[in-house]
């Protein structure tokens, strides 16, 4: 621990990071609650497989149930948060000889934003993921052969993180890349292989049994549909008679964000409360979209595109997909109305759902003064999207130029997917930025953060030829 104990910087860091999440905790007790929550305590009274959603999350939230704390569950996300930023600094001054100053740059922004710290208050998915998913890439990182049991840990990690959120499905394959540019061993393929489909064939085993289907979710195809509702023309192009149903509602250039789309009173999907798409609804909405890509690929593009480059890299935040929605990202001045009387999928709804779990009503109650100081904090105390797309542009400058390792390109690689696979397959949302911040700036902090030696490459670094093939630098 003397990498940490040796940086007053880094010490104080650290130190706000813990007093802004105490604040919060005082302020905001016990939780802040989004719509998805009620679904995920669903799952933890008695676990099932979601249609709507991975229920990993939710399993999580089933082995917290004894104690029926919404307490302790968001504690141990602030806690689980600063912990891995520890963790993170430590592994880039001892293991990636990052200097100090910029190993505590790197870690500042996933201890101080401030969206960061109200997302962790968040019953959602978002923070088991971000430390299942960078937990896994920093192990994999770490200095050293990779062995199988490395290999193993890692694929069970991002195993259980696909479970969480889909969208870490991808980064196994960037895993895979990052092993064969290391020239590993067979064995070490196979462990990972093992130990991710292990977690993630048993889930959708589950969903089948469940569902009749081998899949992750039940919504893949009306996913995919909101993407494609943002653009697609039934007028122009006339789609099959038995497709037509789901032709959006108005003007290309007059509607409701595509995710807001798919879950609206009079959407085409027939979205209702507490019931699931059927799966001839998901087929057929995945037969539209496929259509409509295909009939308007160029439209397709250029939604994807405005989405990930200008919504993403923005430098002030706009009330997308919905106003609920994005103002769900900002610390409250008064609970938020939990429409109590709502039905939640798998049975009851959302007061009898909260009940069961927490022995209470769950609502949030909101203490002054502290509340308002984390209000105040998060109008001046953020992670511009500007700043992100920097970061992002400094990590790929130090691929090209500074001959990094190829574990920057690792880091960069998984945060520009997490950042990319939303927009593609369905639409754009702030709080998708977050768990892909921490890879920007680790990815940046290696590339630049080393020191260089005379011979002008970074520190720790021998030309590739110079070495076996065992030992190809990380």
């Known amino acids: 621990m003397g990498a940490v104990k040796g940086n007053r910087a880094f010490a104080v860091v650290v130190l706000v990071g813990a007093v802004l999440r105490v604040l919060t905790m005082l302020g905001f007790q016990s939780a802040l609650w989004f719509n998805d929550s009620y679904d995920f305590l669903r799952v933890a009274n008695d676990p099932f497989p979601h249609p709507l959603r991975p229920s990993g999350y939710g399993v999580f939230l089933w082995g917290l149930k ?149 899949a992750m979710t039940g919504v893949d195809g009306v996913f995919l549909w909101g993407r494609t509702a943002a653009f697609a ?59 409509a890509i295909g009939n308007q690929p160029l439209d397709y593009a250029r939604v994807v595109a405005y989405d990930f480059f200008v919504r993403t890299f923005s430098w002030q935040r706009s009330r997308y997909p919905t ?27 959302r007061r009898t759902v909260v009940r069961e779990y927490a022995h209470g009503t769950g609502r949030t109650h909101i203490v002054e003064p502290y509340a308002g100081v984390m209000r105040g904090y998060q109008e001046r105390v953020r992670v511009p999207g500007t700043v992100l797309g920097l970061v992002l542009l400094a990590g790929a400058a130090g691929i090209v130029w500074r001959r990094a390792r190829a574990r920057t390109a690792l880091f960069w690689a998984s945060s520009v997917t997490l950042l990319a696979v939303p927009p593609i397959t369905v639409d754009f949302d702030y709080r998708y930025l977050l768990p892909a911040l921490p890879f920007a700036c680790f990815a940046a902090a290696m590339a630049w953060g080393r020191p260089l030696p005379s011979g002008g490459e970074p520190a720790g670094k021998t030309p590739d030829a110079k070495k076996p093939a065992s030992a190809t630098p990380a």
């Open 66 to 214: 004894p104690f029926h704390s919404l307490v302790l569950v968001t504690a141990l996300q602030h806690v689980a948060i600063v912990g891995l930023a520890v963790v993170g600094y430590r592994m880039l001054v001892r293991d990636f000889d990052v200097r100090r100053a910029w190993a505590t740059v790197a870690v500042a922004p996933v201890l101080l934003d401030s969206y960061q710290i109200e997302l962790e208050h968040l019953l959602l998915s978002d923070t088991l993921f971000t430390v299942l998913a960078f937990g896994a890439m920093l192990l994999l990182a770490k200095p050293g052969a990779t062995g199988w049991r490395r290999a193993a840990l890692v694929g069970a990690m991002l195993g259980v993180a696909s479970v969480t959120r889909t969208v870490g499905m991808p980064l196994f394959l960037i895993v895979v890349l990052y092993l064969l540019v290391r020239r590993t061993r067979w064995p070490v393929y196979v462990a990972l292989a093992v130990t991710f489909v292990a977690p993630v064939g048993a889930y959708a085993t589950w969903y089948q049994q469940e569902h009749g289907r081998f």
């Open 323 to 349: 106003i609920g929605t994005e103002a769900r990202y900002h610390f409250p001045t008064r609970p938020t109305a939990q429409k109590p009387d709502l039905p939640v999928y798998g049975g009851g709804d």
């Open 233 to 291: 023309d039934c007028a122009e192009f006339t789609p099959p008679p038995d497709l037509a149903r789901l032709c959006p509602h108005g003007p290309k250039d007059d509607r409701p964000a595509s995710s807001h789309q798919i879950w609206a009173e009079n959407s085409p999907t027939g979205y209702s409360n507490g019931e699931a798409f059927g799966e001839k609804t998901n087929a057929d909405a995945q037969r539209f979209a496929f259509w």
